[in-house]
């Protein structure tokens, strides 16, 4: 009985190989099959993502100090002040950023929201920024009250403007649009 069941299984393994060998001659047409429908449909989402990603990266400036960038051997440089509590902070643009300028900032008035109004003095102004050449800046913070600040052009054309201040509680440093 046993021999008999092993003689049905082989029988079947054999005709299975036998008849998954003989494929048919596909016809081939020029449209693509549905993995490649599906590739090409990631491929496009994918250059998709890409394009809205370039047209925000134009719209970017970020910030840190200059120590824990390793990256930059071409930068800018640009000193408000120097003393014995200055930092060297760096500026950097994700895509190329225009009209920028670093500033100093007065406050002169705060709403009953807690809304600030700044008087701002340009210190240092860029036609463009670049990813390739960032801006270092060498400054002082005195107190907690914002006194530095940033302003450019994003890939709209849109005036942005930030703070330049450092976290009470971890010590990065913060831009804050105004």
Known sequence: MKARF???????????TVFSGCNKPEEHDDSPSDVQTTIMNQIDKTTESSSETEISKES??????SENINNYSDYISFTVDETADSTKLI?????????FSFLSLSITDVDEDGNVTFDTESLYNLDILTEEKPLEVTLTF??????????YKDAQGVTKNYTVTISGEDGSVILTEF
């Open 6 to 16: 092993f003689s049905a299984v082989l029988i079947i393994a054999v005709i299975i």
């Open 60 to 65: 970017k400036i970020t910030v840190d100090y």
């Open 91 to 99: 500026f950097m643009s994700e895509g190329i950023v225009t009209d």
């Open 142 to 151: 005195y107190g907690d009250s914002p006194a530095y600040g940033i302003s």
